[in-house]
């Protein structure tokens, strides 16, 4: 089989499949990412998954390749797990799919299977993947070849557990369709769930996972705005309302971003002319980077010229992927008002070290949970900036004795 | 002890507080509910409180009354359970508030303590209660007496239980506020969590604990208008996103409403001169009636004339609380477009039996989710109704055989 983009989706579904024992072909058009993975190394920070890459690719069970051509020809089952990002205008960008699916379109697909795992707009498979096979194949989706949709909805980072553990929604055309995509995911744990949809429904079920959790992020962020504005603390407040009560999970404010969360909605919102929930949830989120700048300029007044440390680059905390962070926006909001931007990330390459950042900084800000923040209060206080900004409430007040506490979502 | 207002939330708490073996007051303004209570009759549906009420009245532990001056005197604690209803441009109607203050004001407070439980606005018990109460003794609140916001959090129906276990969340003016309300809360259950807050902090967590409920009520309901729209079933997709997903408890769709979540959000809402998520959620939650009468409309035309059964009036499963139901908003539009309407709900006085609303309806609609509704398929399916609207999807298209079957969320 073969699994076509080896980002944070496709390879490690790659690894796991292979382990599972099934031959696995990854394709993937980036020449450099081939040569790394074929040498055993992960692409991207992901300690836990290094140790089984290495082991597939000694055994020859995952083996990457820039040849789709051969790739497909030896394949009975090909996943689509190509990136579809959104462009300015947050409409989807479908290049990578095309190009892939104008490549399985020249294959005889005569009894194999087309899974498409990349997140797509409702309807995609049925009106674009359906009708393109078709056309390019003379072949019979459902009948003469099996297509499903099964989309991804892990979250990045815990694929290697989380692979094996979380249902499987499989949206086939047809019963073959659905019975292939079974007995595939099945190879990977045969205790999986596997919930059986009809294409756009999985379509569906997949963006209502994540604005779901996208809509909760916005709202804890509304409350954190509203706290600020009656003078008090939504962080105490949150944990006072979860506390022991059995129908509140409201988690802590905190950037919201990321190149899954926030685009899902949008390709559900971009079929309204109305404002729907995910549309103002999306508003809202995008404003927090903003907010931060217009608070640190209620501190500092102006930031013209001002030395700014940002801590954290990435949008999730233990992660170096930058892909929509709200710190990356944050960064070239603060230099459009022209501060001097010192960027620090332990996991993403290419930002400074963190003794460089913390060299006499005038602001700090904690753009980002990783754990490994947590115990940089002293530096940070030593460091001999005035203010302590922190997005995400990972500190207290008492940790700095020199340096000014402030922490979104707080008027305190 | 006195607790100002019977209703929903003062009641039960009466109920409790006199079991734990204080001499609980309580008072309202309708005489007829004083006469009820007083009999050990339940003034509104509560099945699960009605023994208890007749024990505490039956041992003179609760004592209901009209008189508020006498009530207030014989109290060393005063807690405050009015209404705070919104009016019809969504103000907050502090009448009833001001009006037990103003009884309060006139008493001598000295070492007594004031415990506001009614919901109110952020701020309300700093800048409208504290001054009040000033003004009218010359006393200072929370050190010549106590004053303090504890907001109730019980899901109705369920404080027989929930009084006992779920935390208290105490907003004191100092600590003898504090102190005197966690001890009054202790007697209740010693085991009961206490949390303290800053006044406008308790008053923003109750808010926030609506809201956030409120909010996922409006997106699922968002999704059911998705999954419509794309020709599929939220309700399916809904229960496959969430099936042993760790990060999903999406609600099934229908009608959020009644007079707590919807009101709370307007409280903040107000105060703000942009669409928030909240008044965007509460937008989509109060269109849903006539998304119902516009699906109705494509399925059967013209209303006008047509005799249409609706079953459920309350707001609430099991309930007979009718305050803000969309039901009867839904039954209004339906009037408007002159459709003939036979209302049944079991549990509200002065609706029309079941064998009543079903003779010879042309559509049927489901409006509350009752448990006891599960059962009628049968008899609404002979009732000779074309069509059954399912606004809760509570039953499913294979459960009628003669009637068409359509639910909220679904376009199948």
Chains 1, 2 share one sequence.
């Not at 407040?237 to 129908?247: F, G, H, L, V």
Request: net charge neutral.
């Amino acid at each position: 089989m073969s699994i076509f983009g080896l980002g944070r989706v496709g390879l490690p579904l790659a690894i796991v499949i292979a382990r599972s024992g099934l031959r696995v072909i990854g394709v993937d058009v980036d020449e450099s990412k081939i040569a790394k993975i074929n040498k055993g190394e992960m692409p991207f920070y992901y300690p836990a998954m290094q140790e089984w890459l290495g082991e597939v690719v000694a055994s020859r069970k995952l083996v990457a390749s820039t040849h789709s051509k051969e790739s497909i020809e030896q394949s009975d089952v090909i996943i689509v797990t190509v990136g579809t990002p959104t462009g300015s205008r947050c409409e989807l960008d479908y290049s990578q799919i095309h190009s892939v699916l104008n490549e399985v379109g020249k294959a005889n697909l005569k009894n194999k299977a087309v899974i498409i795992r990349s997140t797509s707009v409702p309807g995609t498979l049925a009106n674009i993947v359906m009708p393109l096979l078709f056309k390019a194949t003379g072949l019979r989706p459902g009948v003469d070849f099996g297509l499903a949709v099964c989309p991804e909805r892990i979250v990045e980072g815990q694929a290697h557990r989380e692979l094996y553990e979380v249902p499987e929604i499989v949206g086939g055309t047809g019963d073959l369709s659905n019975v292939i995509a079974l007995q595939l995911f099945k190879r990977i744990n045969p205790q999986k769930k596997i919930l059986i949809l009809a294409p756009t429904g999985a379509e569906l079920a997949k963006l209502f996972t994540n604005i779901y959790r996208y809509v909760q992020f916005a709202l804890a962020n509304e409350f954190a705005i509203w706290a600020e504005r009656y003078g008090e603390d939504a962080h105490q407040i949150i944990q006072a309302a979860n506390e022991s009560y059995p129908r509140s999970s409201i988690p802590r404010p905190g950037f919201a971003g990321g190149p899954c969360l926030a685009k899902d909605g949008l390709l559900l919102d971009n079929n309204t002319t109305y404002s729907s929930i995910v549309s103002v949830a999306w508003k809202l989120n995008e404003a927090v980077p903003q907010h931060v700048v217009t608070q640190l300029m209620k501190e500092m007044g102006s930031l013209y010229g001002m030395k700014i440390a940002v801590l954290g680059l990435a949008f999730k905390a233990n992660s170096d992927d930058v892909r929509s962070s709200p710190s990356v926006k944050l960064i070239e909001t603060l230099k459009g008002y022209g501060a001097e931007v010192l960027v620090h990330d332990p996991y993403v390459k290419d930002t400074m070290s963190l003794s460089d950042a913390l060299k006499n900084p005038e602001v700090v800000v904690i753009a980002n949970n990783h754990s490994a923040f947590k115990n940089l209060a002293g530096k940070i206080d030593s460091s001999g900036c005035q203010i302590v900004y922190d997005v995400w409430g990972i500190f207290e007040a008492s940790d700095f004795t020199r340096a000014r506490y402030k922490r979104f979502g707080s008027a305190k």
